[in-house]
């Protein structure tokens, strides 16, 4: 049984519907003549309106004629419920006259308690509205506090800070200007909606410009602007946005738009500001956090940078511009363990980025973990994507761990693969194999180069080959020939120092201590190489015994180029010229 069927029953048939006792309405009870009249009628009342509205709703359902049902059904409902609802309603105001009586002093002595309380309520307001303005408040507060020796004094003080505070005493206000007259109105839905319907920006921005009705609307600056930053015009659209701003300080996607134009046109540092109002206004989102850090990385203020591009890859952790930022923040910050963890998480999602493999090589470079950085250029390397660069960086770092034919062999690598290109990588290379003592790999090398460049070697390109091939052949015990070669060079070149000091050396060597002093006392006429050539002059003067003129030469060379390797070795000739008395 539902709700609203009442256990009341009603002889249908009385009531003149021709329908059965039986049916599934039921009739009234007996009229009672133990109670006044008078007691009962509300409850009647009540007990026909809900039997009629059983009855309006069976004859919706038990009308066959669908037609009739959607129409004459339910005018016959509305009439049947408009008349119990009469009915009921005098039946109730007849019989509960006197309790509605009886109950109306209670009812109105409330109101009139709340009706006080109101009156007193608007008492208090009245007298705080009367009372001084909000931003007098708020200075009278802030000078306190500048005053003091509160932490933020300065802030308290700043007079921008104040308006803003006393402004967020009373609504919020509007982010978005809107037409505020007719004229305005009809700019805009008239010329400037279907222009913008018609993608007609060149047309939108002469529209705008010649208009004075929308000289004074920030919503048309910002209009015109977007139409300039169309027209790739960002320098203009940044005027009409900070118009914009200007005309509505709270205008969101102004502040915004201004922003995205002055790191469009490289004013990074113009950019700080509409991008933070824009976050303070609400717009958070990926693009304003990324786009604010990388204005701040690129004023070297690596700590905000960070913070703004950990906000901007919470926000779209997918984009790899934002996660390289953050990266370059993090490393210049020193913060190296958690840019190596943020590089793992990339080259997990993207392990073929041969850059990101180059990026974490170098930071393990940083991290002084050379082996490291070795497995990452092995892995470029077998990957295919090593270039010359790559492997003379890892030939490096094999030679540094005394890995002789590791290095040769990704030298002759990088030069095979691309070393005709660039040929100083090449010449690089042989120069550091042959001066770390690796005779052999170094001769290699320079046999390679020669082979792969041959007749197409400039002079100063032969030069340094030749005496590369020089320093390999007195290491293997080919004096002669070593100074057949450097007789050459100096005859090319009577001024080149590096090869008078090799030649010296080979002298030296010899047993030949005048002709290698003389070929010393050439280079000391070079500046660039005079500490060198008086350490070498030292170091004949000690051979000889003469401590105390070696000392000077040793002084004279320090004075000229201070190295520690030197100082070490002055210091035990000294010792030597006193022990000696010489």
């Not at 030296?508 to 006429?525: D, M």
Request: aromatic fraction near 6%; proline fraction near 4%; charged fraction near 25%.
């Amino acid at each position: 049984m539902t709700p609203i069927e009442m256990p009341m029953k009603l002889n249908l048939t009385t009531a003149g519907l021709g329908h059965s006792p039986s049916s599934s309405f039921s009739e009234f009870p007996p009229k009672s003549r133990t109670r006044p009249r008078t007691a009962t009628r509300p409850k009647r009342a009540a007990h026909f309106f809900a039997s009629v509205l059983r009855l309006a709703a069976r004859l919706v359902r038990v009308i066959p004629n669908r037609n009739l049902c959607g129409i004459n059904a339910a005018l016959l409902m509305f009439a049947l419920v408009s008349w119990a609802t009469t009915f009921t309603a005098s039946a109730t105001t007849t019989s509960t006259n006197k309790p509605l009586l009886r109950l109306k002093p209670r009812v109105t002595e409330e109101m009139k308690r709340q009706e006080a309380e109101a009156a007193v309520k608007a008492t208090n307001v009245t007298a705080m509205l009367a009372g001084p303005e909000p931003l007098q408040i708020v200075s009278a507060v802030a000078a306190k506090a500048a005053q003091s020796d509160h932490p933020l004094a300065s802030l308290w003080a700043d007079p921008e800070f104040q308006k803003r505070l006393a402004g967020s005493y009373g609504f919020h206000p509007e982010l978005e200007p809107k037409p505020r007259n007719t004229n305005e109105y009809n700019l805009y839905f008239q010329q400037v909606v279907p222009a913008l319907g018609s993608n007609d920006h060149a047309g939108i921005v002469q529209l705008l410009a010649t208009n004075e009705v929308a000289s004074s609307n920030a919503l048309f600056h910002f209009i015109a602007g977007n139409s300039l930053s169309q027209l790739g015009r960002d320098a203009d659209a940044a005027k009409q946005y900070a118009k914009a701003v200007e005309l509505f300080p709270s205008y969101l996607r102004a502040h915004q738009n201004l922003g995205y134009a002055l790191v469009k046109s490289g004013q990074y540092a113009e950019a700080v500001k509409p991008l933070a109002r824009t976050l303070e206004l609400g717009g958070v989102n990926a693009n304003t956090y990324g786009l604010l850090a990388y204005c701040y990385l690129s004023q070297e203020k690596y700590l905000a940078a960070e913070s703004a591009y950990r906000q901007a890859v919470l926000l779209m952790p997918d984009n790899n511009d934002w996660k390289m930022g953050l990266l370059k923040s993090q490393i210049a910050t020193g913060r190296l363990a958690e840019a190596d963890k943020l590089l793992q998480e990339m080259i997990a999602a993207a392990p073929d980025n041969d850059s990101l493999w180059n990026l974490q090589a170098g930071l393990f470079m940083q991290m002084d973990q050379p082996a490291k950085a070795a497995m990452n250029y092995e892995m470029l390397r077998r990957m295919g994507k090593a270039d010359l660069k790559t492997l003379m960086l890892l030939g490096d770092i094999y030679l540094t761990m005394d890995a002789r034919e590791l290095a040769l062999g990704a030298y002759l690598e990088g030069i095979a693969k691309d070393g005709a290109t660039d040929l100083a990588r090449s010449l690089r290379a042989a120069d550091i194999l042959v001066r770390s003592g690796a005779w052999t790999e170094g001769g290699k090398l320079i046999q390679e180069i020669r082979r792969l460049h041959g007749g197409k070697l400039g002079a100063e390109e032969d030069m340094k080959l030749l005496k590369l091939e020089s320093r390999v052949a007195m290491a293997a015990g080919e004096g002669e020939k070593a100074a057949g070669v450097l007789e050459q060079i100096i005859q090319r070149n009577p001024l080149d120092g590096e090869a008078l000091l090799l030649l010296g050396d080979h002298f030296a060597r010899a047993g030949e201590k005048e002709k290698a002093a003389f070929r010393y006392e050439l280079a000391a006429k070079l500046a660039e190489f005079e500490p060198d050539s008086l350490v070498k002059q030292a170091q004949l003067l000690v051979s000889d015994r003469k401590f105390e003129r070696a000392v000077e030469q040793l002084r004279k060379a320090q004075k000229l180029k201070h190295r520690d390797n030197v100082q070490r070795y002055l210091e035990s000739v000294e010792r030597l010229a006193r022990g000696s008395g010489s």
